[in-house]
């Protein structure tokens, strides 16, 4: 079930007790007022947070909410199997190899996470 963030002009913080290890999850916060997907996964000791849209052809990566194809620290989108590194976001194989998933800047810490947003200006 997304999880509903607070929305502010730079970021959201969003309670997220518990992250386990290399298993991505979705939220979808507010961003100026739009509900934005996006998949956080905790990788050792820091948190990742991507768009949940495939640079290939826009699709989110789960097949099901909350449900992600991953092995061996990657994350493979459901739809036509390209294959992102969980660390860095990158494309390793695939039909849009070498792309990225789009990143945003995060702080998980005592429970909550804080996702920032670019600049509107940007
Ligand atoms: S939409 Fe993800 S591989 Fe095609």
Redesign the pocket.
């Known amino acids: 079930m997304p999880r509903q963030g607070l929305e502010s002009v730079n970021c959201s913080l969003i309670a997220i007790p518990v992250l386990e290890n290399e298993t991505p999850v979705t939220i979808t916060p507010l961003i100026r007022g739009q509900s934005t997907p996006l998949i956080v996964i905790r990788c050792g000791e820091s948190v990742r947070v991507y768009a949940n849209r495939?640079p290939?052809?826009?699709?989110p990566?789960d097949y099901a909410p909350d449900r992600f194809l991953t092995k061996n620290a990657t994350l493979v989108?459901a739809?036509?199997?390209?294959v992102f590194g969980m660390a860095d976001g990158l494309c390793l194989q695939?039909?849009?190899r070498g792309e990225s998933l789009t990143p945003y800047a995060s702080l998980w810490q005592d429970g909550v996470l804080r996702v920032e947003w670019p600049d509107p200006l940007d």
């Open positions: 495939c290939h052809q826009g699709r990566l989108c739809a036509h199997g390209a695939g039909p849009c």
